[in-house]
Nanobody
Framework: QLQLVESGGGLVQPGGSLRLSCAASGFTLDYRVLGWFRQAPGKEREGVSCISNSGGYTYYADSVQGRFTISRDNAKNTVYLQMNSLKPEDTAVYYC????????????????????WGQGTQVTVSS
């Protein structure tokens, strides 16, 4: 069974940090473009950060540039999102996704194309 499982979400105070993980089972992430997305209540899902299959290219939304870092460990079949200097507006359900085929990371983060999706993990930034 193909699965992406996110973990690491929770409640954190403004200015704090969280590290999200997304582990794949039933398929390899090796050649896939990977991404993190989020959906806040009442808003559309948006691309947060994406990483190329080699890990050499990354994309970040303007709202998280300089605060979030995406990385991947193909040996562990896992993608990570390190989130620092968190703000209340970062509150959302965070989803990871893996492309079904090789695609430019900009298209991945624009959610163009067909991807595998995880179930999401809640991140709440509040004092």
């Amino acid at each position: 069974q193909l699965q992406l499982v996110e973990s690491g979400g929770g409640l954190v105070q403004p200015g704090g940090s969280l590290r999200l993980s997304c582990a794949a089972s039933g398929f390899t992430l090796d050649y896939r473009v990977l991404g993190w997305f989020r959906q806040a209540p009442g808003k559309e899902r948006e691309g947060v950060s994406c990483i190329s299959n080699s890990g050499g290219y990354t994309y970040y939304a303007d709202s998280v540039q300089g605060r979030f870092t995406i990385s991947r460990d193909n040996a562990k079949n896992t993608v990570y999102l390190q989130m620092n200097s968190l703000k209340p507006e970062d509150t959302a359900v965070y989803y990871c996704a893996a492309s079904r085929t090789i695609t430019p990371i900009q298209r991945m983060c624009a959610m163009i194309g067909s991807n595998y999706w995880g179930q999401g993990t809640q991140v709440t930034v509040s004092s």
